[in-house]
């Protein structure tokens, strides 16, 4: 081959390699080629098979309207519509134990909502007329606390409000007593909850009192709720709880009318509010010497009120009792002492003799302090306590009671445990249990190993445990100890102090 041809065969193949659908980046451009043009194709293909043969969802019109189709009944929904009478009075039934079960709000709340519906649907369903009141006052009284105490925080909205008048306002004169009495509760608490909404005055509400307490004169059922829900009223807002309770006090009518009670209630509460006496006791270690020292200025004020009730009583005497456990007792002696000269000043009241009990107690254990107690006495099996097992040991006694008291059974429960474990141990710690009233059952009573860890001293019919009428506690739960000479030493122990403070008792034996 010429020169001249082998030059333009080498320029052919040249050119064959440098055009256009040929080489590396060629390859990639027909790959990417290829992929838009299968997808395009299937989305085409999509659409058209859409377009052909699948029909688009339309709306239900009537009358114009376009309106969603219904949801799917749920298993609630298709036993309220098949369940007969019984099934429904039985389902009420466990719904009522599941609500007092639980201490969930959310919970409780849609409880009762659903509770509502089952009792809704036995009014209209054939059960008897005894069931259909049960179901009828349950329904009421569900309103009510899902309209006032269960909606604490908020005020009812005016669409809440007239749902809830226009429940109760048809049994207003209902002929079955006890529908007609919870209607008129209910009543008062609409009007209360209208007053906390501004949408009534305080006046009202006074009104509406005084009316229902014509109607059910000492009803205890009556007094009671108003009383929750001025509480609730309290926790949605204190001031306007402050406003109501003063136009209550100007309509406070003497001791001799048969709601003078719930009125004191008010008073009392109005009192406490506006002392700011709950903050003061929550905050009490926050602030120091300072907050203690107020907080003692404020309960002898409070006790100072010529028309001060049980209400604030019993709240003084709570913190006059914390103020026994502080080694500082002075605060608590001075409370006591008021006390005392305010029972004076009322005797022959029922708060005077209260004021006179809890004083002189009160005084009485202060005095104890640092003086020996004898523990002589007996066991609940009857049996002489033998002193002789206390003698040079520190000594726990709790006083408690369970069915007065909800926190009486857990500290029984830990007081328990920790004095086994001093029992197997061989520590010089012993301990003594009294219930300060009488129970016919301590099977609940979680006393470990018996007489060997724990000495349980109980009543004999009427009569108290002795070690209770030599340290006259007013307060439950309260734990006293003695240091090894027999002497109390500490008063009013806290939970959560009560092992430590033993320990402490030991180390100076």
């Not at 299968?38 to 309207?65: C, D, H, Y």
């Not at 000492?218 to 609730?232: H, I, K, P, Y």
Request: charged share 25%; with cysteine; hydrophobic share 35%.
């Amino acid at each position: 081959m010429s020169k001249r041809k082998r030059r333009r065969s080498s320029k052919r193949r040249k050119r064959r390699k440098s055009s256009e659908g040929f080489g590396k980046s060629s390859a990639q451009g027909s790959f990417f080629a290829l992929v838009a043009g299968m997808t395009t194709t299937l989305v085409l293909g999509m659409w058209l098979f859409s377009v052909f043969f699948i029909e688009a969802p339309k709306p239900i019109v009537e009358s114009g309207k376009k309106t969603p189709s219904a949801p799917l009944a749920s298993k609630f929904d298709a036993f309220l519509k098949m369940a007969s009478s019984q099934q429904l009075v039985t389902r009420l039934t466990e719904q009522r134990d599941k609500i007092k079960g639980t201490d969930n709000p959310t919970t409780r709340v849609y409880l009762l909502r659903r509770q509502n519906q089952v009792a809704e649907r036995i009014t209209e369903s054939d059960a008897s007329s005894d069931v259909k009141e049960f179901a009828t006052r349950t329904l009421l009284r569900n309103r009510k606390s899902l309209y006032g105490l269960h909606a604490l925080g908020s005020v009812p909205s005016q669409t809440s409000s007239d749902e809830f008048k226009a429940c109760f306002e048809k049994y207003l004169n209902d002929t079955n007593r006890e529908i007609y009495r919870e209607a008129h509760i209910c009543k008062l608490t609409y009007v209360l909850f209208e007053v906390i909404g501004e949408r009534m005055e305080p006046e009202q509400f006074t009104k509406s009192l005084e009316e229902a307490l014509q109607r059910f004169p000492n009803d205890e059922t009556v007094l009671g709720s108003m009383r929750q829900q001025f509480d609730a009223c309290i926790e949605n807002d204190v001031e306007v709880a402050k406003r109501l309770a003063e136009d209550l006090l100007r309509s406070t009518p003497d001791k001799e009318h048969p709601a003078f009670e719930l009125y004191s209630y008010f008073t009392n509460r109005y009192y406490l509010i506006k002392a700011n006496y709950k903050d003061l006791y929550v905050n009490r270690y926050a602030n120091g010497k300072a907050g203690q020292r107020e907080l003692e200025k404020q309960s002898i004020e409070l006790l100072e009120h010529n028309d001060c009730g049980q209400l604030v009583v019993m709240d003084v005497n709570k913190v006059a009792n914390w103020f026994e456990g502080q080694r500082d007792t002075k605060p608590a002696r001075n409370i006591y002492q008021t006390m005392i000269e305010g029972s004076a000043q009322r005797a022959g009241e029922k708060v005077g003799n209260l004021l006179k009990v809890l004083g002189n107690n009160g005084i009485s254990r202060l005095d104890q302090i640092g003086q020996p107690l004898s523990l002589e006495g007996v066991n609940h099996l009857g049996a002489p306590v033998d002193v002789q097992r206390f003698k040079n040991r520190v000594v726990m006694i709790l006083f408690f009671s369970p069915e007065t008291d909800p926190n009486s059974k857990e500290y029984l429960n830990e007081f328990s445990h920790h004095a086994v474990k001093f029992f197997e141990n061989s520590a010089p710690i012993k301990s003594i249990a009294i219930p300060v009233t009488p129970s016919k059952d301590f099977a609940d009573i979680n006393l470990k190993r018996g007489d060997s860890a724990v000495t349980l001293c109980t009543w004999k019919g009427s009569e108290r445990p002795v070690l209770l009428q030599r340290f006259p506690v007013t307060q439950v739960p309260y734990l006293l100890m003695l240091d090894h000479v027999g002497k109390v030493a500490s008063v009013n122990v806290p939970y959560d102090e009560f092992v430590q403070e033993a320990g402490l008792l030991l180390d100076k034996r």
